[in-house]
Every structure is written in structure tokens, then in C-alpha cells.
């Protein structure tokens, strides 16, 4: 009876052993995806400063052959103060960065009315950057949902699930742009 007894011992240490092991790699599992999560965001963010950046730029050019388009001018520069501004969540980021995006859409439409801005190499090459800069934006946008989509099955599925909340994973928030507008592909017309 004694072999038997330690025959169930040993069984049950080494199934604790297992459990533990098992544990310790949805863990890990976490805390990687935890770690690309926070990359990817950071890959956003890098982007997004980016076209921070061009803006005031394209506006000072703008202003160069609209000066009295300055409502218009003013409003881009007030949006991208408020996104710049913000180091909340994504979700409160994709709201500036929607009202941004607005902003930006009704420069568009003024410098249409202005073929001389349209044809001035300074405001060709600006306008260049800031499109590859939002083509940018758009991948970061794409890896850092993804991760997201990641993170978020992890801590929703059994057994992850158990870990996740042992140890205080969350839920992460996706960053989508809230305009409708912004979603529709642009109309290019010749």
C-alpha cells in the first residue's frame, strides 16, 4: 500500500508540475502579445506625429495663396493641436483623429479652387509626403489591430482566459476613425 500512495503522489505532483508548465506558457503567450500590442501602438503613434508634423507645413504653403481662406486654415491647425495633444486611448485618439481628417478634407476642397497652389512644387511635395504619411498611418492602423484582434481572442478564449484574469490582462481597444467619410475611398477625377 505504501508504493501506491506514493505512486499517486508523484501522479499528482506531476500533473501540478503540467498545470503549472501549461500556465506559465499561456503567460508568456500574454505577455508577448501584450509587448507586439504596445509596439505596434508605438508604430502608430511614430506616423501619426509624423504627419503632425507636415501639417502646419502644407497650411503655411496654403495660406500662401488662400490667406483668406483662414477659417478653413485655422480649423486644421485647432484639430491637429487637439490630436497632437492627445495621449489617451485609442479610442479618444481615433475621435481627434477623425475631426483631423475632416479638417484636412475641407483644405482639400480649397486648394482645389486655387490650380496655382495645385501646380507649386513646395505644396506638390508636401501634399506627396502627407499621402504616403497617411498610407503609413493606415498599416500601422492595420498591424496594431491585428495585434489587438490578438490580444483581445487571448483573453476572451479558455484556458487564456483563467490566466488573463489571474494576472490583470485586459481587453485592448481598437483604433478605428469614426468618420464614415473617412472609410469611403477618395474620388479622383480627371
Not at 499528482?12 to 500574454?30: C, P, S, T
Not at 508634423?53 to 480649423?75: C, F, M, Q, R, W
Not at 500601422?140 to 479558455?158: C, D, I, P
Amino acid at each position: 500500500m505504501g508504493n501506491a500512495v506514493v505512486i499517486v503522489v508523484v501522479g499528482i505532483v506531476v500533473l501540478g508540475i503540467l498545470f503549472a508548465l501549461f500556465g506559465v506558457g499561456i503567460y508568456n503567450r500574454l505577455v508577448r502579445i501584450r509587448q507586439h500590442l504596445r509596439d505596434s501602438w508605438s508604430g502608430v503613434d511614430v506616423e501619426l506625429k509624423r504627419r503632425y508634423d507636415l501639417i502646419p507645413n502644407l497650411v503655411e504653403t496654403v495660406k500662401g495663396y488662400a490667406s483668406h481662406e483662414s477659417e478653413t486654415l485655422e480649423k486644421v491647425i485647432q484639430a491637429r493641436n487637439v490630436a497632437a495633444a492627445n495621449h489617451g486611448s485609442p479610442e479618444s485618439q481615433a475621435k481627434d483623429e477623425s475631426m483631423l481628417v475632416g479638417a484636412l478634407r475641407q483644405l482639400a476642397v480649397v486648394v482645389e479652387q486655387y490650380p496655382e497652389l495645385k501646380a507649386n512644387t513646395n505644396f506638390v511635395a508636401l501634399q506627396g509626403e502627407l499621402t504616403e504619411t497617411e498610407d503609413r498611418i493606415a498599416s500601422a492602423r492595420r498591424l496594431y489591430n491585428g495585434n489587438v484582434r490578438e490580444m483581445n481572442t487571448a483573453v476572451e478564449v479558455f484556458p487564456s482566459n483563467v490566466v488573463a484574469g489571474m494576472f490583470g490582462f485586459q481587453r485592448a481597444e481598437y483604433f478605428e476613425i469614426e468618420d464614415a467619410a473617412a472609410r469611403e475611398a477618395p474620388k479622383v477625377s480627371f
